[in-house]
């Protein structure tokens, strides 16, 4: 008698040859007398296999016994191979592509600020989002403005004119008799 090999089995003694492993499925040692299933995080693309495919990063496999694997929907990622799920991006990034194996932070001047979003938002006029992957926007200071959206710094009031409390959306000429 004559042993299976790697990627195929035989049920019983009487078999008469070979079976080869079923999609989804795997056979990893010689002799074998059942086929095993591919656990989640892992499919079988043939029959006949003696090993099971690692999803790869931005993939996944949510089943046992998959054919294959199924990239990450925009505003989801997977950063490591065998995943069986996609995460949501978090706060402050977001995903515009299927398949990524990560997400994208939020340019200076533009927030996001729920997970798994698609796109970031500018800032509103009053508001700033200095450097990159920021949830929210601030409002400008005292004696600085935004005049439009998407602005990564508020703008200083120029000599002669004042910004009013914080938000300001412009800048006005000091009255007379003041100066700044």
């Known amino acids: 008698c004559t042993l299976c090999e790697r990627g195929k089995y035989a049920a019983s003694a009487k078999t008469p040859e070979c079976?080869?492993?079923?999609?989804?499925?795997?056979?990893?040692?010689?002799?074998?007398?059942?086929?095993?299933?591919?656990?989640?995080?892992?499919?079988?693309p043939g029959p006949g296999l003696f090993?099971?495919?690692?999803?790869?990063?931005?993939?996944?496999?949510?089943?046992?016994?998959?054919?294959?694997?199924?990239?990450c929907p925009v505003g989801k990622f997977s950063s490591s191979p065998s995943s069986t799920e996609c995460s949501l991006c978090p706060k402050g990034e977001f995903n515009v592509n299927m398949g990524k194996s990560g997400c994208t932070p939020a340019t200076s001047g533009h927030?996001?600020?729920?997970?798994?979003?698609?796109?970031?938002?500018?800032?509103?006029?009053?508001?700033?989002?200095?450097?990159?992957?920021?949830?929210?926007?601030?409002?400008?200071?005292?004696g600085r403005y935004a005049d439009e959206i998407g602005l990564g710094e508020c703008k200083a009031a120029e000599s002669g004119n004042y910004a009013e409390g914080t938000g300001a959306t412009g800048q006005a000429l000091c009255p007379a008799g003041k100066y700044m």
């Not at 079976?19 to 499919?43: N, S």
């Open 19 to 44: 079976t080869l492993a079923r999609q989804g499925y795997f056979v990893a040692e010689e002799g074998a007398t059942t086929d095993v299933i591919c656990a989640r995080g892992t499919y079988s």
């Open 51 to 71: 090993g099971c495919v690692s999803a790869n990063s931005g993939s996944f496999v949510g089943v046992e016994g998959a054919f294959g694997q199924e990239s």
């Open 111 to 142: 927030f996001v600020a729920s997970e798994g979003a698609i796109k970031q938002e500018p800032c509103p006029r009053g508001k700033h989002a200095s450097g990159s992957g920021s949830s929210e926007c601030s409002l400008c200071a005292p």
